[in-house]
T-cell receptor
């Protein structure tokens, strides 16, 4: 049973560029959340997708956007990259209406230079 | 969302029992307490969740006093592979997990 799969594992981008990160949820899960984790900090909630719609958002600017597909997979897009966007981006999947059982992927390490 | 406070770091030796305490003075009636473990360059992994008294699973125990203003994660007989960051979360929403800075547990040989 595959867990959460994220791609790519590592990425280097230049300031001002745009990036797309991808996530395939655990089998049977229908909800996908994205988190940003800076070095030495805990993960910070970006947003959550359910039924192909963003239904909750954390304190992140509009440069951060996402999408969920009918097969529940998801993308995180970040525009106009800043040096401060360098972080580990984590995807977590879950079954709707459960506040436990989140499964996290291993993340995408984004470096902005 | 309730704020949690936990020690920044802890050291232990292999084979010892480790207890990590988390304070959550503003916990609400319908909040659950959840602990996650995270290894470097990996996502957090769910360890245990509880609402009151004691919960035990195959890897840990969670002790919650009657006032629920704190909780203690207990790891029996730790090994080197238990070296990780441990996060205490208090959440009532299924939509958002709020992580603090966690506790870096280092298990020494």
């Amino acid at each position: 049973d595959a867990g959460v799969t994220q791609s790519p594992t590592h990425l280097i981008k230049t300031r001002g560029q745009q990036v797309t990160l991808r996530c395939s949820p655990k089998s049977g899960h229908d909800t996908v959340s994205w988190y940003q984790q800076a070095l030495g900090q805990g993960p910070q909630f970006i947003f959550q997708y359910y039924e192909e719609e963003e239904r909750q958002r954390g304190n992140f600017p509009d440069r951060f956007s996402g999408h969920q597909y009918p097969n529940y997979s998801s993308e995180l897009n970040v525009n106009a990259l800043l040096l401060g966007d360098s972080a580990l981006y984590l995807c977590a999947s879950s079954l709707n209406r459960r506040n436990y059982g989140y499964t996290f992927g291993s993340g995408t390490r984004l470096t902005v230079v | 969302l309730a704020k949690t406070t936990q020690p920044i770091s802890m050291d232990s030796y292999e084979g010892q029992e480790v207890n990590i305490t988390c304070s959550h003075n503003n916990i609400a009636t319908n909040d659950y307490i959840t602990w996650y473990q995270q290894f470097p360059s990996q996502g957090p992994r769910f360890i245990i969740q509880g609402y009151k008294t004691k919960v035990t699973n195959e890897v840990a125990s969670l002790f919650i006093p009657a006032d629920r203003k704190s909780s203690t994660l207990s790891l029996p007989r730790v090994s080197l592979s238990d070296t990780a960051v441990y996060y205490c979360l208090v959440d009532r929403s299924a939509r958002q997990l709020t992580f603090g800075s966690g506790t870096q547990l280092t298990v020494l040989p």
